[in-house]
């Protein structure tokens, strides 16, 4: 079992950035692949962006794309979300998840395809 512990969120203002970070433990970190999901209020859990680890490759929701980054470090056993350019329509709670087996061949990369959430952190950015 992974737990997951992400931080980061705060306050800011329209155009501004943010680094979430979400710390595992429980497993050898690089076992696991781990991505970021969001939930705005009253709004469906939605993916931002994921990591594979055994090939480096990253995916990102189109909305993500050009703005946010997804990272991480082994020694730290972090993943982190670089935000850029931040808009008031990101203001969601942001969660660290766990990728299941073949999560990447998902076409649209849905919470079925993710389990073991953190608490989430909050994010909001004002106009």
């Known amino acids: 079992q992974v737990q997951l512990e992400e931080s980061g969120g705060g306050l800011v203002q329209a155009g501004g950035s943010l680094r979430l970070s979400c710390a595992a433990s429980g497993r050898t970190f690089s076992s696991y692949d781990l991505g970021w999901f969001r939930q705005a209020p009253g709004k469906e859990r939605e993916f931002v962006a994921a990591?594979?680890?055994?090939?480096?490759?990253?995916y990102y929701a189109d909305g993500a794309k050009g703005r946010f980054s997804i990272s991480g470090d082994n020694a730290k056993n972090t993943v982190y979300l670089q935000m850029n350019s931040l808009k008031p329509e990101d203001t969601a709670v942001y969660y660290c998840t766990v990728g299941r087996t073949n999560w990447y061949l998902s076409a649209d990369r849905n919470l079925l395809d993710f389990g073991s959430w953190g608490q989430g952190t909050q994010v909001t950015v004002s106009s």
């Open positions: 990591i594979r680890w055994s090939s480096g490759t990253t």
